[in-house]
């Protein structure tokens, strides 16, 4: 009997996991097609060459201290076995999209919520929807460098103070604005940092470490090479005010100068959200909807990492 396979959109397995409302779930590796390894061992391949032009070090260091595998899906339970002893941080099974407030708190605890299903074989150059492949060999090497787990971490902490900031005016209405405002800000922040961010080199050179790049066999090198894109230096209020799209190439992209700088940056975000300056960001993508805006005010009394 073919198996049906762990394959992005085409998914039996995770459907039935969302239709009793299960978030957070096992991985079954049993389920995997031969076609889902492929698509893997393809995906590596390609961008191996590219990652050893483009990445940031630690990103390349990360795949080792992770012994990714290149000819077969990782089991998350092997990449724990590495990565906890060196941050503290997990790679958590999801069953798919995780709303905002608990993703970041997620953060915060160490957690990563990460996809199961992988890419069709197809579909290797673009996928609108996170797969393994982006998640755990574009994300999770970074997170065995412990000041970008701090990062990440604080990232976490900047979201239950959003949470607190907004929570403190009084007229409901008022309050929805602001929190939107803010988890926006947030949202593109963490988009051209985290997902699609880049760092200067020894001698000016660029280097990548936004896992979207990371997970792109096209645009890894793209936002290196290409002339087409703004590269300019990291701009907190410009972040904050950039709406993004997610179907093309990105034009324009932020650098940073190390880790310490993003991290640092984050505590400027935290600062701005204190201050209000934040409350009335541009408008435009992404957007967020109501439900999501609630669990960030709802905060002390939604549940996070559940087992």
């Not at 998350?76 to 958590?92: I, Q, W």
């Not at 890419?119 to 290797?124: A, E, S």
Request: net charge negative; hydrophobic share 40%; glycine share 6%.
């Amino acid at each position: 009997m073919v198996r049906a396979g762990l394959t992005t959109t085409k998914a039996p397995f995770i459907e039935e996991a969302k239709s009793k409302g299960e978030v957070y779930i096992r991985q079954p590796y049993e389920l995997y097609s031969e076609e889902n390894q492929e698509a893997w061992r393809l995906l590596y391949a390609r961008l191996l060459p590219r990652w050893e032009k483009y990445a940031n070090p630690k990103f390349l260091e990360g795949v080792t201290k992770l012994a990714l595998p290149s000819d077969r899906i990782p089991r998350l339970e092997d990449v724990n076995k590495f990565l906890a002893p060196l941050t503290g941080f997990e790679a958590k099974a999801v069953s798919g999209y995780i709303p905002p407030y608990i993703f970041f708190d997620c953060l915060r605890n160490r957690a990563f919520p990460t996809t199961i299903t992988i890419r069709d074989i197809n579909t290797l150059d673009y996928l609108p929807e996170p797969d393994i492949f982006h998640d755990v060999a574009g994300h999770v090497p970074m997170h065995t460098d412990r000041r970008f787990a701090d990062v990440l971490v604080r990232f976490g902490e900047a979201a239950r103070t959003a949470s607190q900031v907004a929570n403190e005016t009084k007229d409901e209405k008022n309050r929805l604005r602001i929190i939107g405002n803010i988890v926006k800000a947030m949202a593109r922040f963490f988009w051209f940092t985290i997902e699609f961010g880049l760092m200067r080199g020894k001698n000016g050179a660029t280097q990548v470490y936004g896992s979207g790049l990371l997970s792109s066999y096209g645009e890894i090198e793209y936002c290196v090479e290409s002339p087409e894109v703004q590269r300019v230096p990291m701009q907190l209020d410009w972040v904050v005010n950039q709406y993004f799209e997610i179907h093309h190439y990105q034009p324009l992209l932020f650098t940073v100068d190390s880790f310490d700088h993003l991290f640092d940056e984050i505590g400027r975000l935290e600062e701005w959200m204190k201050e209000g300056k934040l409350n009335n960001v541009s408008p435009g993508e992404p957007n967020i909807n109501e439900q999501d805006l609630k669990e960030f005010l709802g905060a002390d009394v939604v549940e996070t990492v559940r087992t």
